[in-house]
């Protein structure tokens, strides 16, 4: 069989392939000067065949190049995926051909014409820099394109450098590396974290291309959904174990106000062209892997506020239309886990990820990195972590957790500290979920119940009462005491002498116990009450914002010192240095009188004063509800950050959300930290805005000179040394904290204003 002229110059050496090559342009340049020195005898027929001709030799010079070099390596910066060697010859080859064919163009157009215009020829397939082409002769001379990271660079992309050093290192350890072009080259690092994983800038060979266009015929819009039996469908239980019974139960008891929310807040602001996001849902704290028993004790007076914050994220997801999966065993998330495209792959990319939110908690996140293994860092920047007392990014960061001492079980996630989704607004650094009050009766029948003499003591476990018998005698004098205290009536014997123990109550005999109420039952005795009596713990939980909503006043136990992980067990372990100044540090500063009184319990004269106040108050036990924590507020928060917060680089807008005109920058008072210095102007630090003050120039904005400029890996900076004018700036990104604070340093703090009643929303973020 004839081997044809393309298999024959496939066979070729490589030396001999370049010389046939050569041979061939020289032809055919001398085909086509001959018949352009009879361009007079041309037609214009005949011109376009020339044209054609021209056209059909190129592209098979080029693909037979393309065949040939595809597999070449050669030069100080080739590669198989940088193709360096390809790139000279083809630049030589179509640099020559290029100006060629532009002589020849103008030739053409003088002579059909008789105009002079002189055709532009010129091709940059490369840049040596930003405005710098790459010409042929810089490539024979082995220059390089560049791949280095401007000063630009390095502030917008502040992971980059990192990411690039370890690939320089590990780059070999998975071949699916090799899969996606990168082959050791400091440029095929550069091309890989930038357009698969998005860690890096998109340097000059993507600079002309245009994004892709989106199939908006494929995008899926949310609908709000008000089909309760189908969110019951969603709430199926993995295994009997009643995992799922008392938040089926709570979002039952208060569907009806959940509907009417959505309704009205529909009337505020438009829901439609909301797109519809997967969302997985895992309960870590449900799983038996978990050993927390939640399940086992959500009716036998365990800790509920948890379950209370998963019950409404899972309500408000569904309502607000999206698709929605819910697992709580370890079993169920590796069954999901499996299913995703190269879970255990670390190669990252996630254009084609099915799942676009995931919603767990602190043992669900272990769970999850169990199973996903090498994968994690791919599915990491989707997650929210519901996580009750928040994680500073201290403890978030595990290389400075560790280096500080501090690193605990809860914390060295390596996540932006915005990923923690809290019960409260304490942090500015986390992200304020919430959870609604609960409201079990309407103004018809709370107006049927009458207000009595008596106060309700908060401490549904006995333990809560031990240490408290002055404080609850002192309010004994004045109000009749009831309680909400499950009892536990067995008891186990003692194995040593074979006898059962007396249980010990110390709740007294005066007080009238209810045991365990249902949610309706408390409610009632609630809008009995005229006082709800805090006992320092549990910390930051529901049911004083209930009680308050009910119109008793809440008595919130003053802790001095404040509790923090230095001097309670409870706090120990936990990822987060903040104080705590009483029991409910939300309603001391968001709300108090003459709603809620913070007390000290140790002085009964005060205790005295301010049960005298509360019962000689002129307002009538008016209830109270702060607009966050009702069903439209927390739908209206939620809808916020799903439509707005987006930690996937490669996924980031170019707008940064809250808007650059809702945040204000400030130099803070010396040994002030952020979030102090933005309260003091009645604002809210904006941790998402650190980046743009962490250069010496938003400095001389305020008046102050760098007299030295250091990056460190700290939670105090952008910060400045007033008596030394040292400059320092954050190396990095998650360590840019909010409560980070140092005597003798002046912070520069990006402080946003808030919508009153929803702290998390700036004015105009609700849309």
Not at 108 to 117: A, E, K
Not at 326 to 334: D, F, K, R
Not at 348 to 370: A, H, M, N, W
Not at 499 to 525: C, M, Q, R, S, W
Request: overall charge positive; aromatic content about 10%.
């Amino acid at each position: 069989m004839a081997l044809s002229p393309w298999r024959l110059f496939g066979r070729l050496p490589n030396s001999r392939q370049l010389l046939f090559l050569a041979c061939c342009l020289f032809l055919f340049w001398c085909i086509t000067l001959y018949r352009v020195a009879n361009v007079n005898q041309i037609t214009q027929k005949e011109s376009e065949v020339l044209k054609d001709e021209i056209i059909s030799l190129s592209e098979k010079y080029v693909r037979a190049l393309s065949r040939e070099n595809s597999d070449v390596v050669d030069g100080p910066d080739a590669g198989r995926f940088t193709a360096y060697d390809l790139k000279k010859t083809m630049a030589v080859l179509l640099e020559s051909m290029l100006e060629r064919l532009a002589r020849l163009e103008h030739q053409m157009h003088h002579v059909f014409n008789g105009s002079n215009t002189s055709l532009p020829y010129n091709l940059s397939l490369l840049a040596l820099g930003e405005g710098h082409p790459l010409r042929a002769e810089d490539l024979i001379q082995q220059k390089a394109e560049t791949c280095e990271l401007t000063p630009e660079d390095k502030q917008l992309f502040p992971h980059c450098q990192g990411k690039i050093e370890w690939m320089r290192q590990m780059w070999q350890s998975d071949l699916c590396y090799a899969s996606y072009g990168v082959d050791g080259s400091e440029c095929s690092f550069v091309m890989y974290l930038s357009e698969v994983e998005g860690w890096c800038p998109v340097k000059s060979w993507k600079k002309e291309l245009k994004p892709p266009t989106e199939d908006i015929s494929q995008i899926k819009y949310a609908d709000v959904q008000l089909d309760l039996d189908d969110l019951m469908k969603t709430l199926v239980d993995p295994n009997e174990r009643g995992s799922y019974a008392w938040i089926r139960r709570r979002i039952r008891g208060m569907w009806p106000r959940w509907t009417t929310a959505v309704k009205e807040l529909g009337k505020k602001q438009d829901l439609g062209k909301r797109r519809k996001k997967k969302i997985l849902v895992h309960l870590g704290l449900l799983s038996k892997q978990s050993g927390w028993k939640f399940a086992e004790n959500q009716f036998k007076g365990g800790p509920l506020g948890e379950l209370v914050q998963w019950s409404d994220l899972i309500t408000t997801l569904y309502i607000l239309g999206h698709d929605l999966t819910i697992t709580s065993e370890t079993e169920q998330l590796a069954n999901i886990l499996s299913q995703l495209p190269a879970a255990n792959s670390p190669c990252q990319s996630r254009k084609e990820l099915p799942v676009q939110i995931i919603y767990t908690d602190i043992v669900g996140l272990r769970q999850f990195k169990k199973h996903v293994k090498g994968g994690y860092g791919k599915f990491s920047c989707l997650l929210r972590i519901v996580d009750s007392f928040g994680t500073e990014p201290a403890y978030n960061h595990r290389p400075y957790a560790r280096a500080h001492k501090i690193l605990t079980s809860w914390g060295g996630n390596d996540l932006l500290p915005q990923q923690f989704y809290t019960m409260f607004p304490h942090s500015p650094d986390n992200s304020f979920m919430g959870f609604v009050v609960e409201r079990h009766l309407n103004t018809s029948k709370s107006k049927n119940i009458e207000r009595k003499n008596i106060a309700v003591v908060y401490g549904k476990n006995e333990y809560m009462w031990q240490g408290k018998e002055k404080y609850i005698e002192e309010i004994h004098k004045k109000l009749e005491v009831h309680g909400t205290t499950y009892i536990d009536n067995s008891t186990k014997p003692n194995p040593k002498k074979g006898t059962t123990p007396k249980p010990v109550h110390p709740i007294p005999n005066y007080v009238v116990n209810h045991g365990l109420l249902t949610a309706e039952d408390f409610h009632v005795l609630l809008r009995q009450a005229k006082v709800f009596v805090g006992l320092g713990f549990p910390y930051e939980g529901p049911a004083p914002l209930e009680a308050i909503a009910n119109g008793a006043v809440f008595l919130n136990v003053k802790f001095h010192p404040p509790h923090s992980s230095k001097n309670t067990a409870f706090f120990k372990g936990k990822p987060t240095s903040r104080e705590l100044t009483s029991q409910h540090p939300y309603i001391e500063q968001f709300i108090g009188p003459p709603y809620s009184y913070t007390v000290d319990i140790n002085n009964m004269g005060e205790v005295e004063a301010v049960l005298n106040k509360v019962l000689n108050q002129s307002s009538k036990f008016e209830s109270y509800m702060p607009y966050e924590y009702t069903e439209e507020g927390m739908l209206q928060r939620m809808n916020a950050y799903i439509e707005h917060q987006n930690y996937c680089q490669f996924q980031k807008r170019k707008s940064k959300w809250p808007p650059s005109s809702a945040v204000t920058y400030f130099l803070a008072e010396q040994g002030l930290d952020c979030k102090e210095a933005c309260w003091k102007q009645n604002l809210i630090c904006e941790p998402g805005h650190f980046l743009e003050l962490n250069s010496a120039e938003k400095f001389s904005k305020f008046g102050k000179t760098c007299a030295q400029e250091e990056y460190v890996g700290d939670i105090f900076y952008p910060a400045i040394d007033d008596k030394n004018k040292d400059c320092y700036f954050q190396k990095e990104e998650i360590l840019f904290s909010c409560v980070g604070k140092r005597d003798y340093l002046k912070r520069l703090c990006p402080c946003r204003n808030y919508i009153k009643t929803q702290t998390a929303l700036c004015q105009g973020c609700d849309r």
